[in-house]
């Protein structure tokens, strides 16, 4: 069995660990962002982003990982997927299905309008775009050849019930 928490400053390395096993650069760039995350006191005490992970039961080993925060704009009904990750010997196991409808779950809590994710369209993220339209998330938009020539960004979109509309107040 496994549980879920949230992310602490001491997983940092078994998440950056999981998610680099995956791909190289993915690991690197998720290693800025906790970085910068936890570095930011006021990121990580906003309700607007949380990053989550999922941990064995016997010996709390760091198994998957996933996350919400706002974009750039901090545009209040909208919020971004972050870090979806579950290490390579725990997939299909249900920690994916299991971490991702905590997010969004946590999401509706704060009346989201819609979240939304960017992947890639290359096949080794095939598994993740398939749980993403399981759980109702709709591609959106396609940035082409964004990655690498053939390799296209992928941004799909999942409408939530929710009452507040328009952007953050400052």
Sequence with gaps: MFSIREMSRQDVDRVVEM??????MDGDMAAEYYRQYFSDDNRVASSRERNIVATMDLGGIVVGVAGFCPDKYDWSSVLWLTWFYVAP???G???GTKLL??????????GIRKLYVDTSS??????AVTIYKRFGFREEGRLLDYYDDGE???????????????????
Aim: proline share 0%; hydrophobic share 30%; with cysteine.
């Design 19 to 24: 998610i680099s096993a995956h791909h190289k």
């Design 89 to 91: 010997k725990c997939r």
């Design 93 to 95: 196991c249900g920690i």
């Design 101 to 110: 409808r905590y997010v969004i779950d946590r999401v509706r809590e704060l």
């Design 122 to 127: 290359d096949k080794s993220y095939a598994t």
């Design 152 to 170: 296209h960004c992928l941004i799909l979109g999942l409408g939530l019930e929710a009452s507040s509309h328009g952007r953050a107040s400052s």
